[in-house]
């Protein structure tokens, strides 16, 4: 028997109070894809992902994860949250901060022990971050919080990652140590990833296909099949231009105002 | 030196000096460690506004005629539930516990003035009077704090999980809503006994005061609990002690005292991180 696709949508329908953020879209990821998800702020990136970890129901069609349904605490599938302001001012360890969610939705207390130690470590090195695993969080930079919490999201060996907006506020250099790494885990576990973006430039190079949501509904293709002219202007329901120069790609609305170029360095 | 000590041990002839050391060291205890979880969660605000929904319990207590303590135990435990059940938008919001901590005390206000002895009521319940402590009293509060420990270990995991990563701990399976509840439960019983040492307008003090230190120097979570029930029960013990020898009151010398712990641990970490 072969294995069922690692993501499935079915004319999935979701809604987040009164709105459709994504409406009719269909489409299968297999095991080992790399798939970019993009689209303008508030656009229900963040809500697709919620809708496959059993967050949030669907409204319309389905989802299936290795041909079941989404549910809460479901082993397959991990999920890195956008960062939270709250956690940089916390002076626990990245360390600490694993072993938190190592057993966290178990009751009662433990203590560490040297099987919870060694995954640790193991998540640790994939994302090489053990030297500054036992500094506290507030004076650590940037790339090394998203990399601790990269690293959070490798526990437990699953095999989908989820990563919202794992860039940013990283500098371009911070940008591509961290796709690298991404896309090492990708390449040598086989390991699914849905990679949430702004701007497809950095991951030009990695991504194997691209999830586009805009204006209330979702597209997956190639880099070539999503991102041009037609493709955006029917998503976006307004007229859009994708220019490229050398390998760059720009995506602008007829207004001139640029969506993608220069947004990933703004703050939420 | 020497003269303090026998000032201690004179001191520790009284039952009342011993009621209050012990019913401190509980008190005090409870507070720290429940308290570590209200700094991580950043909920202190939430904290103090137990403290003052405290106080209009505790009147009607004494006008029911059930004391302090049971009233106050009950009515913290009522709002406790209600803010564990309005979810995260209202707890989190500035407003809303200020315009209830506000009522509140403006409620227990009103009750008090049914009362007779009105200004020492209500100069015992804002501020404390850990040395009025009656041996039945005392076992009341043991029984509280070894609950309220209980209840802090067997929600030890999924609360660190849900206090740190509240989308990941509910995408993992948690009951983010069951824990926080419950959660606050605790800490309406801890802000319930730390009243009774340095009372409500000072709950603050052993519940934010050592976790906040203990903070600034553990990076990871049972060192820094172990370390703050220290300095939260070491405090107190001092307080008694500087109270007992100075005439001044407990109230006084334990915010005092954390206060300039605090500041301490502040400059000592500032150089470390610049090292």
């Not at chain 1, 790399?34 to 809500?47: D, H, I, M, R």
């Not at chain 2, 041990?9 to 050391?21: I, K, M």
């Not at chain 2, 904290?47 to 004494?62: K, S």
Request: proline content about 4%; some cysteine; overall charge neutral.
């Amino acid at each position: 028997m072969t294995e069922a696709p690692a993501i499935v949508f079915k004319q999935l329908g979701l809604r987040y109070g009164d709105h459709d953020v994504i409406a009719d879209f269909s489409g299968t990821i297999e095991g080992g894809e790399f798939v970019a998800v993009l689209g303008p702020n508030g656009a229900g990136k963040s809500t697709l992902l919620r809708a496959m970890l059993g967050l949030m129901p669907s409204h319309a069609g389905s989802i299936e994860i290795f041909g079941h349904g989404p549910h809460r605490g479901c082993t397959q599938i991990a999920y890195m949250p956008q960062w939270r302001s709250q956690n940089s001012a916390s002076s626990l360890s990245g360390r600490a901060y694993l072993h938190a969610v190592l057993d966290g939705h178990q009751w009662g207390f433990a203590g560490r022990n040297p099987a919870k130690n060694e995954i640790i470590h193991e998540a640790l090195h994939a994302v090489d971050a053990e030297a500054f695993a036992d500094r506290p969080f507030n004076v650590l930079s940037g790339g090394e919080r998203q990399r601790i919490s990269l690293a959070q999201s490798l526990l437990g060996r699953p095999r989908i990652l989820l990563l919202d907006e794992p860039l940013l506020n990283l500098d371009p250099r911070r940008q591509g140590e961290l796709i690298d790494i991404v896309h090492g885990i990708c390449h040598r576990e086989k390991v699914t990833v849905l990679f949430v973006g702004h701007d497809i430039n950095p991951l030009t190079k990695v991504v194997d296909r691209v999830l586009y949501v805009a204006g209330g509904r979702a597209a997956l293709g190639s880099v070539d099949e999503v991102i041009n002219s037609e493709s955006l202007t029917n998503l976006y329901h307004t007229p859009m231009k994708v220019l490229r120069l050398e390998d760059m790609v720009f995506i602008l609305a007829e207004d001139q105002r640029t969506i993608e170029h220069g947004e990933h360095f703004h703050q939420h | 030196m020497a003269n303090i000590f026998t000032n201690i041990s004179d001191a520790l002839q009284y039952d009342f000096v011993r009621a209050a050391l012990e019913a401190g060291t509980v008190c005090a205890l409870l507070a720290a460690a429940v308290g570590y979880f209200v700094v991580l969660r950043q909920m202190a605000f939430a904290g103090h506004a137990l403290g003052h929904i405290g106080f209009a319990g505790a009147c009607a207590g004494v006008v029911l005629g059930w004391g302090p303590l049971p009233g106050m135990l009950a009515l913290n435990i009522v709002a406790a539930a209600g803010m564990g059940a309005l979810g995260k938008r209202v707890q989190e919001s500035d407003l809303i516990i200020g315009m209830t901590l506000s009522f509140a005390l403006g409620l227990g206000t009103f009750f008090l003035a049914m009362f007779r002895g009105y200004a020492g009521q209500a100069t015992t319940i804002l501020f404390g009077n850990i040395l009025a402590v009656s041996p039945g009293q005392l076992w009341g509060m043991l029984a509280l704090t070894v609950f309220g420990l209980l209840g802090l270990l067997v929600l030890f995991r999924p609360l660190l999980f849900a206090t740190l990563e509240p989308e990941l701990a509910q995408a993992k399976g948690v009951p983010l809503r069951l824990v926080s509840t419950l959660f606050y439960m605790l800490v309406a019983v801890a802000v319930a006994m730390a009243s009774q040492i340095v009372g409500v307008l000072l709950v603050f003090t052993l519940l934010i005061g050592p976790p906040a230190i203990a903070l600034r120097f553990c990076r990871t979570v049972w060192p820094g609990l172990a370390l703050s029930v220290a300095i939260g029960v070491g405090v107190t013990w001092a307080s008694l002690v500087l109270a007992y020898v100075t005439d001044d009151p407990v109230s006084f010398w334990a915010p005092t005292l954390l206060f300039v712990f605090y500041l301490l641990s502040a400059a000592l970490t500032r150089r470390n991180r610049h090292a």
